[in-house]
């Protein structure tokens, strides 16, 4: 197969063109071949959605290796990805810009479905298309702005030698989108008759281009350099250094956006012709840099991986035996997904240690479970085609779960997934009997809560419940049962953290003979009136009597110590008569209640007279009790029929 020469320092035309055989040395790649070829090195900026964090690419899956509809019996390389594109070059005899017997590498291109897979004939870019050869080029999205190796045909020394003796070098060309097509825009400033730049990979932001050269001062024959640009200027380039460069050659650098720089060479050892490499990028001294190994390497020349959005597949080039031409372009499919799955918590951010995780597939088969590692992390493995459900458990934090669909590639292309679990902000509480404190089961439990409807559940056997809160909120908890006299509490979550309020839930039965305490039935000094927080405690009486009309009670009123004796007998009997009276007046008939006042002949604490004491400790002498005088209720058990809360 004829070979184009694009730089050389023979006299003979013959010479520029001339018979390879499918095992020639290496030694003159860049010159002839590779160079020749233009190599497509793209880097699709903002495309890849992150690798492997520890700077891995297909690593530990199972690949095939596919050979391409758009190959031909020439010489086909170069793969580049711009939206739904596939962009390559082709050496082609047909080439409508051929002088006399000499052909050129153009741009073709081939339309892409979600999976990557071509979907048409290749056709022309007749907007990319120079005098002389096309390939490779690098496109960044951010910036719109397309990298492209040509010809470095325009030299003024050269401008009136006939071209079968002109010694063309590679340079790097910047287009930019216009419509359907491309428009020139500028040149790499540091272009050069005397060597060439070519195989261009722009970063993801557009501002560090890496490219191939054999400029002077290399480590060999061709090597990789960077350049970058500040307020619109290049920098000078620079050496990546001997951690990447080697006495051989080193070409067709391609970038991802998370840091990882891949490239061929046949210096870093492998088959010992040019092999894929990978490695950390800024290049570092701890970074290894790393051979892809079968089936991505063979024994032939492999060379130009770019890859799908998808991150499940990618394309390069290869002369291995069993293509269709000399070069052909393949296609690189991941059989599996393999990924870092991380749990996190919602509330820190921070990573989750031992956490349990469980894979389901769409038929609720578990495939793949384990337990995240001390940062959180676990890699699972799954295959290609389906829609799975990873559920992640913690103690102390609620169930978590996440789709992973990778019944199309187009959403398959993250290599991370991070599962975020909601610490448990709780209000745990046993209900037990205030007499005895035997558990209370089956106790009904309503959580109020601001702007939200009431939750309702129920304790267990032990009289024990538990229930999510949020942080920073105010929730309202009513606990009552079967046979027993509720109570509520108001919690607050404002300044919790992550863990669980506590409270016990004692309960008055209402058998004969009971004194309830009514919480919050408390006056003010001096005073006999309902207030509004006790006209709340006696609605729940209220209702307790309505629901068990063979009830008869008998309210007991009592003061603080201040006063004489005479004074709060007088006034206890007062808010006696008063709590009997709202009774009344919301339809308890008169004859199931008796009222007496007590005063302050039973105080609960130690403010006796002549005690200092606060006007809270005051405030708990100032009460109203129940006492049951007749019931004919009955204790039951494990019913949720009829549970009453009061």
């Known amino acids: 197969m004829k070979r184009a020469c694009l730089y050389q320092n023979t006299k003979k035309d013959e010479d520029c063109y001339m018979r390879v055989p499918s095992g020639y040395l290496k030694r003159?790649?860049?010159?002839?071949?590779?160079?020749?070829?233009?190599?497509?090195?793209?880097?699709?900026?903002?495309?890849?959605?992150?690798?492997?964090?520890?700077?891995?690419?297909?690593?530990?899956?199972?690949?095939?290796?596919?050979?391409?509809?758009?190959?031909?019996?020439?010489?086909?390389?170069?793969?580049?990805?711009?939206?739904?594109?596939?962009?390559?070059?082709?050496?082609?005899?047909?080439?409508?810009?051929?002088?006399?017997?000499?052909?050129?590498?153009?741009?073709?291109?081939?339309?892409?479905?979600?999976?990557?897979?071509?979907?048409?004939?290749?056709?022309?870019?007749?907007?990319?298309?120079?005098?002389?050869?096309?390939?490779?080029l690098s496109f960044c999205e951010k910036t719109g702005e397309l990298f492209l190796s040509q010809s470095n045909y325009e030299d003024p020394e050269t401008q009136n030698i006939v071209f079968q003796k002109k010694n063309i070098r590679l340079g790097i060309v910047v287009y930019k989108k216009s419509g359907a097509g491309w428009v020139f825009s500028e040149k790499f400033p540091y272009n050069d008759k005397t060597y060439s730049i070519a195989h261009?990979?722009?970063?993801?932001?557009?501002?560090?281009?890496?490219?191939?050269?054999?400029?002077?001062?290399?480590?060999?024959?061709?090597?990789?350099?960077?350049?970058?640009?500040?307020?619109?200027k290049w920098s000078k380039p620079q050496n990546l250094g001997n951690k990447i460069n080697t006495p051989g050659k080193e070409m067709f650098p391609f970038l991802t956006n998370n840091g990882i720089l891949i490239f061929s060479s046949d210096g870093h050892g492998g088959?010992?012709?040019?092999?894929?490499?990978?490695?950390?990028?800024?290049?570092?001294?701890?970074?290894?840099?790393?051979?892809?190994?079968?089936?991505?390497?063979?024994?032939?020349?492999?060379?130009?991986?770019?890859?799908?959005?998808?991150?499940?597949?990618?394309?390069?080039?290869s002369n291995r035996s069993g293509g269709k031409g000399d070069d052909d372009i393949y296609c690189l499919r991941v059989n599996e997904f393999k990924f870092d799955l991380i749990t996190m918590s919602s509330y820190t951010k921070k990573f989750l240690p031992e956490t349990n995780v469980k894979i389901a597939d769409s038929k609720g088969k578990t495939v793949f479970e384990g337990k995240t590692d001390v940062t959180g992390l676990i890699v699972p493995k799954l295959k290609v085609g389906d829609k799975y459900v990873a559920k992640a458990v913690k103690d102390g934090y609620a169930v978590a779960q996440k789709d992973i669909d990778l019944s199309s590639l187009a959403i398959a292309g993250s290599h991370s997934e991070e599962i975020y679990l909601d610490p448990d902000f709780l209000i745990e509480g046993q209900v037990v009997n205030i007499l005895g404190g035997a558990p209370v089961p089956d106790a009904r439990i309503i959580i109020n809560s601001e702007n939200a409807p009431a939750d309702t559940l129920f304790a267990d056997l032990q009289g024990e419940f538990s229930y999510n809160v949020q942080p920073g909120k105010k929730y309202n908890v009513e606990v009552g049962a079967k046979n027993f006299f509720g109570t509520e509490v108001d919690v607050s979550t404002e300044g919790m953290e992550p863990g669980s309020l506590a409270y016990l839930f004692e309960l008055y039965s209402l058998d004969a003979g009971s004194r309830i305490e009514l919480k919050n039935i408390y006056y003010d000094y001096n005073k006999w009136d309902i207030r509004p927080d006790a006209a709340k405690e006696l609605d729940r009486l209220v209702d307790v009597m309505n629901q068990y009309p063979n009830l008869e009670i008998k309210l007991e009123s009592h003061t603080d110590s201040r006063g004489t004796a005479e004074y709060n007998m007088e006034l206890s009997g007062k808010r006696a008569q008063s709590s009997f009276e709202y009774l009344v007046a919301h339809g308890i008939d008169a004859k199931r209640i008796q009222y007496v006042g007590l005063g302050e002949s039973q105080l609960v604490n130690r403010c006796r007279d002549g005690v200092n004491c606060s006007e809270e400790e005051h405030a708990q002498n100032r009460r109203t009790v129940v006492e049951i005088l007749k019931s004919k209720v009955t204790q039951s058990r494990r019913s949720k029929v009829n549970i009453f809360y009061f």
């Open 28 to 136: 003159n790649y860049f010159r002839m071949k590779k160079s020749n070829f233009l190599f497509v090195s793209i880097f699709l900026g903002c495309i890849i959605t992150g690798f492997a964090q520890n700077k891995t690419i297909f690593e530990g899956v199972n690949l095939t290796v596919e050979d391409l509809s758009v190959n031909t019996a020439t010489s086909d390389f170069g793969p580049a990805i711009i939206g739904n594109e596939l962009l390559f070059s082709s050496f082609n005899d047909e080439n409508p810009k051929a002088i006399g017997k000499k052909s050129f590498y153009d741009l073709f291109s081939s339309d892409l479905d979600a999976n990557g897979n071509i979907l048409n004939e290749r056709k022309r870019e007749i907007s990319l298309i120079s005098e002389y050869h096309e390939g490779p």
């Open 200 to 232: 261009p990979t722009i970063s993801q932001g557009g501002d560090t281009l890496v490219f191939t050269s054999d400029m002077p001062g290399g480590f060999g024959e061709t090597d990789l350099y960077m350049s970058v640009r500040e307020n619109g």
């Open 271 to 317: 088959s010992g012709k040019l092999d894929l490499f990978h490695t950390a990028f800024p290049v570092n001294s701890s970074a290894a840099v790393v051979n892809f190994g079968s089936p991505i390497n063979s024994d032939a020349d492999d060379f130009g991986l770019v890859v799908h959005p998808s991150n499940m597949l990618g394309y390069f080039a």
